[in-house]
């Protein structure tokens, strides 16, 4: 074989691996950009799925009157154990979409904060802690409807149990929104990840979860479990958060997926072939 042939099938097989590994770098980022897509819309249906559990089969939007007896509360669950545990399985699912959201926001304040996220990684562990603080309240009031013909006394144990550690324990949420609010107004990039207003807003969504910490003084008015301030404004905070995040995460996912296939500025646009990277040998 002439030097000449041979010159040219090495640049061939040079061609052929480069525009391979081009090809399994874009299968690989369209994979993750497809995911991170998958895991922000995990929001919304969780919304969705949560309405469905809690207030159209449950019938707990809002839950039982905290100064509702021990019979009252019995005869709730005896009424319809069947819906109530429908409901209260939704719920539990339904939490369980909150750790793909949860993560694509860790993968987005990552990016923020760059190699020591610190702030991120406590918004994980913190975010995964929301998602027992929705799971087991429900299994509570799940194990109350499992078996109706308890005593009311024991009913309504069950009961107070679970809407207790549902909306009483509201201190995890409250760090997490702080954090990622904190995260958000640090990205000092002329572009943003995330714009600047939203740093206050999570903010603003973790101090209206605040008020819960208080219930457990009060059976009636605006902070007890049924009042204004536990369930009203934070149901409404929360689903907020859900839908402008999501909002947000995909415009995030889709300015970064921009960013990672724009050719490189310091060439000019132009990415050069791996041909024209081979010096030529002196004349």
Known sequence: MSPARS???????????????????????SAA???QRACAWCGPALVLICLLGLAVFARFAPPPEPAAGPADIAAIFR????????????????????????????????????????????QLVLGACFIM????????????????ERSDVVQQVLNDYGWLTFFGVASTAFVQMV?????????????????RWSGYFNVWVGLAFTPGTVLVFFKSGPLAWTGLFIFWIPFAAFFAWLAIMTWLLLEAIAHETAEEGAPPAESGGV??????????PPS
């Open 7 to 29: 010159d040219a099938g090495h640049t061939t097989l040079s061609d052929d691996r480069h525009a391979a590994l081009s090809d399994d770098r874009h299968t690989t980022r």
């Open 79 to 122: 009424e319809s154990p069947t819906a109530i545990r429908i409901g209260m399985m939704l719920m539990v699912f339904g939490a369980a979409l909150l750790g793909p959201f949860i993560a694509v926001i860790s993968a987005h304040l990552r990016r923020i904060e760059g190699p020591r996220p610190t702030l991120t990684y406590l």
């Open 133 to 148: 603080e929705i799971i087991f309240p429900m299994m509570a009031v799940q194990t109350a409807a499992y078996r109706p």
């Open 179 to 195: 954090i990622i609010g904190v995260v958000i107004l640090q990205d000092t990039r002329p572009t943003p990840v995330f714009p």
């Open 271 to 280: 990415t050069p072939s791996p041909a024209s990277s081979i010096t030529s």
């Open 33 to 35: 950009v497809a995911t």
